[in-house]
Nanobody, 121 residues
Framework: QVQLVESGGGLVQSGGSLRLSCAAS????????MGWIRQAPGKDRESVAD???????????HYTDSVKGRFTISRDNAKNTVYLQMNSLKPEDTAVYYC???????????WGQGTQVTVSS
């Protein structure tokens, strides 16, 4: 079982930056795929970014097209924490952001409670 707690959301002006953090409890954090998923009002959930350990002990990252070049996902296994650095924020980035964990990019059964990000124009 993995428990996830997000922090770092808030209100920011368009063009600003925020860094989200997700602290994980439980064993084997370094082996989990970690992802950030967002949901805006009236819209479907969207996978924003994820970070995966490959067979050669390298972490690979994936981003949805709308955030490429603006968002960066990273992890600190010593702190059991994953981050989402968000730069050049746009009003369309406004959403609740959830941290998720699991064995693969397409199987992330563990979720945090979410943190609200609001970008004003």
């Amino acid at each position: 079982q993995v428990q996830l707690v997000e922090s770092g959301g808030g209100l920011v002006q368009s063009g600003g930056s925020l860094r989200l953090s997700c602290a994980a409890s439980g064993r084997d954090f370094s082996t989990y795929v970690m992802g950030w998923i967002r949901q805006a009002p009236g819209k479907d959930r969207e996978s924003v970014a994820d970070i995966t350990l490959s067979g050669d002990n390298t972490y690979y990252t994936h981003y949805t097209d709308s955030v490429k070049g603006r968002f960066t996902i990273s992890r600190d296994n010593a702190k059991n924490t994953v981050y989402l650095q968000m730069n050049s924020l746009k009003p369309e980035d406004t959403a609740v952001y959830y941290c998720a964990a699991g064995p693969s990019r397409y199987n992330l059964p563990y979720w945090g409670q979410g943190t609200q990000v609001t970008v004003s124009s």
